[in-house]
């Protein structure tokens, strides 16, 4: 339930956006210009982190929809049953587990250096634009977990049991996309 009485009662984060637009827009080119514009990352991989962010946030609105945005792109999804608990063990490009490592460092420690845990992100092949990319996606997804659990918004079945047409639609789409459908955003072509 949500935790703004003016909105519905099983609110979606387009609701609160809806409601509350200021900084929409400039949030919503964020997320693209981190998740969809081009990248040392695939945005299989990108979606992933955001989904090990939110998962180890506890945010279930978050973790549910990036999960789903990370099938759509590639992710198998065996791979989210044993991500969280240890992502070494999770069936994922070897690559990925020094920044996925970074991100919980960071997710659970925000006050701490991960210095260790940047070096690894390096020392695994990536370059410093892909670690400066990975840390920005870390501290957005802990943002947006934040909103959404101060929203009080809990996941739909959309997430819980996704259909393949529903996966493949969020193939062709971005953010400002999603907004700019939603009356929340002006300029699709950002």
Excluded at 9 to 21: D, I, T
Excluded at 66 to 77: D, K, S, V, Y
Aim: charged share 20%.
């Amino acid at each position: 339930m949500s935790n703004f009485p003016s909105l519905p009662e099983n609110a979606h984060l387009s609701h609160v956006f809806q409601r509350f637009g200021k900084g929409v827009e400039p949030l919503l080119a964020l997320h693209d210009a981190l998740l969809r514009s081009p990248s040392e990352f695939s945005i299989a991989e990108r979606e992933l982190i955001a989904a090990f962010v939110s998962g180890t946030n506890s945010c279930a609105f978050c973790y549910g929809a990036h999960t789903l945005m990370a099938r759509a792109f590639g992710i198998e999804a065996d791979v989210f049953e044993t991500l969280l608990e240890d992502p070494a063990a999770a069936p994922i490009d070897a690559k990925m587990v020094p920044v996925l490592l970074l991100a919980r460092a960071l997710t659970t420690n925000p006050g701490k250096s991960p210095a260790r845990e940047a070096r690894a992100v390096l020392e695994a092949g990536w370059s410093e634009e892909s670690l400066f990319e990975a840390i920005s996606i870390v501290g957005l997804y802990n943002y947006m977990n934040r909103l959404v659990d101060g929203a009080g918004l809990v996941p739909g079945p959309e997430y819980l049991e996704p259909d393949p047409e529903h996966l493949e639609a969020r193939r062709g789409s971005t953010y400002t996309k999603w907004g700019v459908g939603l009356g929340i955003a002006s300029d699709e072509t950002r």
